[in-house]
Protein backbone atom coordinates (compact mmCIF):
# COMPACT_ATOMS: atom_id res chain seq x y z
CA UNK A 1 0.00 0.00 0.00
CA UNK A 2 2.87 2.84 1.42
CA UNK A 3 4.12 1.96 -2.40
CA UNK A 4 1.40 3.56 -4.02
CA UNK A 5 1.81 6.84 -2.55
CA UNK A 6 4.47 8.06 -4.29
CA UNK A 7 2.99 6.49 -7.41
CA UNK A 8 0.18 8.73 -7.15
CA UNK A 9 2.47 11.68 -6.37
CA UNK A 10 4.17 11.18 -9.50
CA UNK A 11 0.78 10.67 -11.38
CA UNK A 12 -0.69 13.93 -10.22
CA UNK A 13 2.76 15.97 -11.27
CA UNK A 14 2.40 14.42 -14.34
CA UNK A 15 -1.38 15.57 -14.85
CA UNK A 16 -0.30 19.13 -13.94
CA UNK A 17 2.61 19.57 -16.38
CA UNK A 18 0.58 18.09 -19.06
CA UNK A 19 -2.24 20.73 -18.17
CA UNK A 20 0.03 23.67 -17.79
CA UNK A 21 1.93 22.79 -21.38
CA UNK A 22 -1.87 23.10 -23.14
CA UNK A 23 -2.21 26.72 -21.65
CA UNK A 24 0.99 28.21 -22.21
CA UNK A 25 2.55 26.71 -25.23
CA UNK A 26 0.91 28.59 -28.02
CA UNK A 27 -1.26 26.91 -30.77
CA UNK A 28 0.75 27.35 -33.48
CA UNK A 29 3.58 25.58 -31.87
CA UNK A 30 4.55 22.04 -33.61
CA UNK A 31 5.81 20.07 -36.18
CA UNK A 32 5.82 21.92 -39.46
CA UNK A 33 6.31 21.32 -43.20
CA UNK A 34 10.36 20.42 -42.89
CA UNK A 35 8.89 17.40 -40.49
CA UNK A 36 10.49 16.67 -37.15
CA UNK A 37 14.38 17.68 -37.41
CA UNK A 38 13.67 20.70 -39.07
CA UNK A 39 9.88 22.21 -38.42
CA UNK A 40 9.94 22.17 -34.86
CA UNK A 41 8.97 25.97 -34.20
CA UNK A 42 6.54 28.38 -34.01
CA UNK A 43 5.14 28.90 -37.12
CA UNK A 44 4.08 33.49 -36.07
CA UNK A 45 7.98 33.18 -35.27
CA UNK A 46 8.45 33.61 -38.86
CA UNK A 47 6.70 36.91 -39.76
CA UNK A 48 8.64 38.57 -36.49
CA UNK A 49 11.67 37.74 -37.91
CA UNK A 50 11.07 39.50 -41.10
CA UNK A 51 9.75 42.75 -39.63
CA UNK A 52 12.93 42.59 -37.64
CA UNK A 53 15.10 45.77 -38.23
CA UNK A 54 18.17 45.21 -39.77
CA UNK A 55 21.18 47.31 -37.79
CA UNK A 56 24.09 46.81 -40.24
CA UNK A 57 24.09 46.66 -44.18
CA UNK A 58 27.33 46.30 -45.37
CA UNK A 59 29.50 48.43 -47.71
CA UNK A 60 27.77 47.09 -50.90
CA UNK A 61 25.09 49.26 -49.68
CA UNK A 62 27.02 52.55 -49.46
CA UNK A 63 28.63 52.34 -52.85
CA UNK A 64 25.38 53.97 -55.11
CA UNK A 65 26.49 57.04 -53.00
CA UNK A 66 29.82 56.87 -51.48
CA UNK A 67 31.32 55.56 -54.21
CA UNK A 68 35.07 57.46 -53.81
CA UNK A 69 35.22 55.99 -50.22
CA UNK A 70 34.19 52.36 -50.50
CA UNK A 71 36.74 52.54 -54.01
CA UNK A 72 39.31 53.78 -51.79
CA UNK A 73 38.72 51.50 -48.52
CA UNK A 74 38.60 48.90 -50.72
CA UNK A 75 41.98 49.25 -52.87
CA UNK A 76 43.73 49.97 -48.86
CA UNK A 77 44.92 47.95 -46.38
CA UNK A 78 41.74 48.53 -44.70
CA UNK A 79 39.85 46.48 -47.36
CA UNK A 80 38.77 43.89 -44.62
CA UNK A 81 37.41 46.78 -42.18
CA UNK A 82 33.34 47.34 -42.68
CA UNK A 83 32.30 50.63 -43.11
CA UNK A 84 30.02 50.65 -40.25
CA UNK A 85 32.65 49.30 -37.84
CA UNK A 86 33.92 52.90 -37.62
CA UNK A 87 30.83 54.70 -38.25
CA UNK A 88 28.34 52.79 -36.23
CA UNK A 89 25.16 50.84 -37.91
CA UNK A 90 23.65 52.30 -40.92
CA UNK A 91 20.19 51.35 -39.97
CA UNK A 92 17.98 53.39 -42.56
CA UNK A 93 20.48 55.99 -43.17
CA UNK A 94 20.27 58.56 -45.10
CA UNK A 95 16.69 58.49 -44.10
CA UNK A 96 16.86 58.37 -40.40
CA UNK A 97 19.96 58.82 -39.46
CA UNK A 98 20.74 61.67 -42.10
CA UNK A 99 24.80 61.38 -41.28
CA UNK A 100 26.38 58.81 -39.62
CA UNK A 101 29.19 59.50 -36.83
CA UNK A 102 32.56 60.76 -37.93
CA UNK A 103 33.99 59.82 -34.91
CA UNK A 104 37.85 61.16 -34.88
CA UNK A 105 38.95 59.98 -32.21
CA UNK A 106 42.43 58.38 -31.01
CA UNK A 107 40.35 55.77 -29.45
CA UNK A 108 38.75 54.42 -32.66
CA UNK A 109 41.82 53.52 -33.81
CA UNK A 110 43.73 52.29 -30.63
CA UNK A 111 41.52 49.68 -30.20
CA UNK A 112 42.81 48.12 -33.30
CA UNK A 113 46.26 49.66 -33.23
CA UNK A 114 47.79 49.79 -30.11
CA UNK A 115 50.53 47.62 -29.83
CA UNK A 116 50.13 44.27 -27.96
CA UNK A 117 52.39 41.55 -27.18
CA UNK A 118 50.06 38.75 -27.70
CA UNK A 119 52.49 36.32 -30.05
CA UNK A 120 50.20 33.45 -30.78
CA UNK A 121 47.25 35.79 -31.85
CA UNK A 122 46.75 37.40 -34.82
CA UNK A 123 45.93 40.97 -33.13
CA UNK A 124 49.59 41.25 -32.52
CA UNK A 125 49.77 41.34 -36.41
CA UNK A 126 48.41 44.41 -36.92
CA UNK A 127 50.86 47.02 -36.87
CA UNK A 128 50.82 48.61 -33.29
CA UNK A 129 51.82 52.21 -31.97
CA UNK A 130 52.31 53.26 -28.40
CA UNK A 131 49.99 55.60 -27.97
CA UNK A 132 52.15 57.57 -25.00
CA UNK A 133 54.50 58.05 -27.56
CA UNK A 134 53.01 58.39 -31.08
CA UNK A 135 51.90 61.86 -31.59
CA UNK A 136 50.22 62.28 -28.48
CA UNK A 137 47.49 64.84 -27.92
CA UNK A 138 46.82 64.42 -31.64
CA UNK A 139 44.15 63.05 -33.89
CA UNK A 140 44.98 60.26 -36.03
CA UNK A 141 43.42 61.44 -38.74
CA UNK A 142 45.66 64.21 -38.75
CA UNK A 143 48.22 63.03 -40.24
CA UNK A 144 46.48 58.98 -41.38
CA UNK A 145 43.88 58.92 -43.94
CA UNK A 146 41.52 56.17 -42.65
CA UNK A 147 39.91 55.12 -45.91
CA UNK A 148 43.85 54.78 -47.54
CA UNK A 149 45.17 53.18 -44.39
CA UNK A 150 48.00 55.34 -45.29
CA UNK A 151 51.25 56.26 -43.83
CA UNK A 152 50.70 60.16 -43.42
CA UNK A 153 49.22 61.78 -46.25
C1 LIG B 1 21.06 56.61 -50.65
C2 LIG B 1 22.32 57.30 -50.46
C3 LIG B 1 23.21 56.89 -49.29
C4 LIG B 1 23.62 55.64 -48.91
C5 LIG B 1 23.21 54.30 -49.50
C6 LIG B 1 24.55 55.83 -47.81
N1 LIG B 1 24.68 57.17 -47.55
FE1 LIG B 1 25.91 58.02 -46.17
N2 LIG B 1 25.16 59.86 -46.57
C7 LIG B 1 24.19 60.12 -47.56
C8 LIG B 1 23.80 61.53 -47.44
C9 LIG B 1 22.77 62.22 -48.33
C10 LIG B 1 24.55 62.08 -46.38
C11 LIG B 1 24.52 63.51 -45.86
C12 LIG B 1 25.49 64.26 -46.71
C13 LIG B 1 25.81 65.60 -46.12
O1 LIG B 1 24.90 66.43 -46.03
O2 LIG B 1 26.97 65.77 -45.75
C14 LIG B 1 25.40 61.00 -45.86
C15 LIG B 1 26.30 61.16 -44.84
C16 LIG B 1 27.17 60.17 -44.40
C17 LIG B 1 28.24 60.36 -43.44
C18 LIG B 1 28.59 61.66 -42.74
C19 LIG B 1 29.45 62.48 -43.68
C20 LIG B 1 29.77 63.84 -43.09
O3 LIG B 1 30.49 64.60 -43.79
O4 LIG B 1 29.32 64.16 -41.99
C21 LIG B 1 28.85 59.15 -43.30
C22 LIG B 1 30.04 58.84 -42.40
C23 LIG B 1 28.16 58.20 -44.14
N3 LIG B 1 27.16 58.86 -44.81
C24 LIG B 1 28.48 56.86 -44.23
C25 LIG B 1 27.74 55.94 -44.94
C26 LIG B 1 27.98 54.52 -44.88
C27 LIG B 1 29.07 53.86 -44.07
C28 LIG B 1 27.06 53.92 -45.69
C29 LIG B 1 26.85 52.45 -45.93
C30 LIG B 1 26.64 51.63 -44.75
C31 LIG B 1 26.23 54.98 -46.26
N4 LIG B 1 26.67 56.18 -45.76
C32 LIG B 1 25.20 54.79 -47.15
C33 LIG B 1 23.71 59.23 -48.46
C34 LIG B 1 23.88 57.85 -48.42
C1 LIG C 1 39.04 52.74 -39.98
C2 LIG C 1 37.81 53.48 -39.77
C3 LIG C 1 36.96 53.85 -40.97
C4 LIG C 1 36.48 53.03 -41.95
C5 LIG C 1 36.70 51.52 -42.10
C6 LIG C 1 35.68 53.85 -42.83
N1 LIG C 1 35.70 55.15 -42.40
FE1 LIG C 1 34.77 56.73 -43.28
N2 LIG C 1 35.72 57.99 -41.99
C7 LIG C 1 36.44 57.61 -40.89
C8 LIG C 1 36.90 58.79 -40.20
C9 LIG C 1 37.72 58.81 -38.91
C10 LIG C 1 36.44 59.90 -40.94
C11 LIG C 1 36.71 61.39 -40.65
C12 LIG C 1 37.98 61.72 -41.42
C13 LIG C 1 38.45 63.13 -41.25
O1 LIG C 1 37.70 63.96 -40.76
O2 LIG C 1 39.60 63.39 -41.65
C14 LIG C 1 35.68 59.37 -42.06
C15 LIG C 1 35.01 60.13 -43.01
C16 LIG C 1 34.03 59.63 -43.87
C17 LIG C 1 33.14 60.44 -44.69
C18 LIG C 1 33.12 61.96 -44.76
C19 LIG C 1 33.84 62.44 -46.01
C20 LIG C 1 35.27 62.02 -46.04
O3 LIG C 1 35.65 61.26 -46.95
O4 LIG C 1 36.04 62.43 -45.14
C21 LIG C 1 32.33 59.56 -45.38
C22 LIG C 1 31.22 59.90 -46.36
C23 LIG C 1 32.75 58.21 -45.02
N3 LIG C 1 33.78 58.29 -44.10
C24 LIG C 1 32.20 57.05 -45.52
C25 LIG C 1 32.77 55.79 -45.36
C26 LIG C 1 32.40 54.62 -46.11
C27 LIG C 1 31.30 54.56 -47.16
C28 LIG C 1 33.20 53.61 -45.70
C29 LIG C 1 33.28 52.18 -46.23
C30 LIG C 1 33.60 52.06 -47.65
C31 LIG C 1 34.07 54.13 -44.65
N4 LIG C 1 33.79 55.45 -44.49
C32 LIG C 1 35.00 53.38 -43.94
C33 LIG C 1 36.72 56.32 -40.50
C34 LIG C 1 36.47 55.19 -41.26
C1 LIG D 1 38.90 47.11 -36.72
C2 LIG D 1 40.33 47.26 -36.61
C3 LIG D 1 40.97 48.54 -37.13
C4 LIG D 1 40.60 49.84 -36.89
C5 LIG D 1 39.42 50.34 -36.07
C6 LIG D 1 41.58 50.67 -37.53
N1 LIG D 1 42.51 49.88 -38.17
FE1 LIG D 1 44.15 50.53 -39.22
N2 LIG D 1 44.55 48.63 -39.79
C7 LIG D 1 43.85 47.51 -39.40
C8 LIG D 1 44.35 46.36 -40.13
C9 LIG D 1 43.85 44.93 -39.97
C10 LIG D 1 45.37 46.83 -40.97
C11 LIG D 1 46.18 46.01 -41.98
C12 LIG D 1 47.26 45.22 -41.31
C13 LIG D 1 48.41 46.12 -41.02
O1 LIG D 1 49.03 46.63 -41.95
O2 LIG D 1 48.69 46.36 -39.84
C14 LIG D 1 45.49 48.26 -40.73
C15 LIG D 1 46.42 49.11 -41.33
C16 LIG D 1 46.62 50.44 -41.00
C17 LIG D 1 47.72 51.27 -41.45
C18 LIG D 1 48.85 50.84 -42.37
C19 LIG D 1 49.98 50.32 -41.55
C20 LIG D 1 51.10 49.91 -42.49
O3 LIG D 1 51.17 48.73 -42.85
O4 LIG D 1 51.87 50.78 -42.86
C21 LIG D 1 47.55 52.52 -40.89
C22 LIG D 1 48.45 53.73 -41.04
C23 LIG D 1 46.32 52.46 -40.12
N3 LIG D 1 45.80 51.19 -40.19
C24 LIG D 1 45.80 53.53 -39.43
C25 LIG D 1 44.54 53.52 -38.81
C26 LIG D 1 43.87 54.68 -38.31
C27 LIG D 1 44.43 56.10 -38.36
C28 LIG D 1 42.69 54.29 -37.77
C29 LIG D 1 41.59 55.12 -37.14
C30 LIG D 1 40.99 56.12 -38.02
C31 LIG D 1 42.61 52.84 -37.93
N4 LIG D 1 43.75 52.43 -38.59
C32 LIG D 1 41.59 52.05 -37.48
C33 LIG D 1 42.84 47.47 -38.46
C34 LIG D 1 42.17 48.57 -37.96
C1 LIG E 1 51.56 64.02 -36.40
C2 LIG E 1 51.23 63.00 -37.34
C3 LIG E 1 50.76 61.64 -36.83
C4 LIG E 1 49.73 61.39 -35.95
C5 LIG E 1 48.84 62.38 -35.20
C6 LIG E 1 49.62 59.93 -35.87
N1 LIG E 1 50.58 59.35 -36.67
FE1 LIG E 1 50.80 57.38 -37.05
N2 LIG E 1 52.45 57.73 -38.15
C7 LIG E 1 52.94 58.99 -38.46
C8 LIG E 1 54.16 58.85 -39.25
C9 LIG E 1 55.03 59.97 -39.76
C10 LIG E 1 54.37 57.44 -39.40
C11 LIG E 1 55.49 56.75 -40.18
C12 LIG E 1 56.76 56.77 -39.42
C13 LIG E 1 56.68 55.84 -38.28
O1 LIG E 1 56.55 54.64 -38.49
O2 LIG E 1 56.72 56.34 -37.15
C14 LIG E 1 53.27 56.78 -38.72
C15 LIG E 1 53.12 55.41 -38.64
C16 LIG E 1 51.98 54.78 -38.13
C17 LIG E 1 51.70 53.37 -38.21
C18 LIG E 1 52.56 52.31 -38.88
C19 LIG E 1 53.56 51.85 -37.86
C20 LIG E 1 54.48 50.80 -38.49
O3 LIG E 1 54.97 49.97 -37.70
O4 LIG E 1 54.72 50.82 -39.69
C21 LIG E 1 50.51 53.14 -37.59
C22 LIG E 1 49.78 51.81 -37.42
C23 LIG E 1 50.05 54.41 -37.10
N3 LIG E 1 50.96 55.38 -37.43
C24 LIG E 1 48.88 54.59 -36.40
C25 LIG E 1 48.51 55.79 -35.81
C26 LIG E 1 47.40 55.92 -34.88
C27 LIG E 1 46.49 54.79 -34.46
C28 LIG E 1 47.37 57.22 -34.48
C29 LIG E 1 46.43 57.85 -33.47
C30 LIG E 1 46.39 57.18 -32.16
C31 LIG E 1 48.43 57.92 -35.18
N4 LIG E 1 49.12 57.01 -35.96
C32 LIG E 1 48.70 59.27 -35.08
C33 LIG E 1 52.38 60.20 -38.13
C34 LIG E 1 51.29 60.37 -37.27
Known amino acids: ?22 IWIPSDFGIHERGYTYGWYRQSNIEEWKNF ?3 YQGREFCVTCHAE ?10 KNIEC ?3 HG ?3 SHPADPLKLV ?3 NRELCLRCHTNLFYPN ?6 KGIN ?4 NPGLECVLCHNPHEASKPR
Open 131 to 134: PDQH
Open 89 to 91: PAL
Open 121 to 126: SQRSQI
Open 102 to 104: LDR
Open 84 to 86: ENC
Open 1 to 22: MHILRPLFVVLAIAAIILIARS
Open 53 to 55: TVK
Open 69 to 78: QVQKLTSSKH
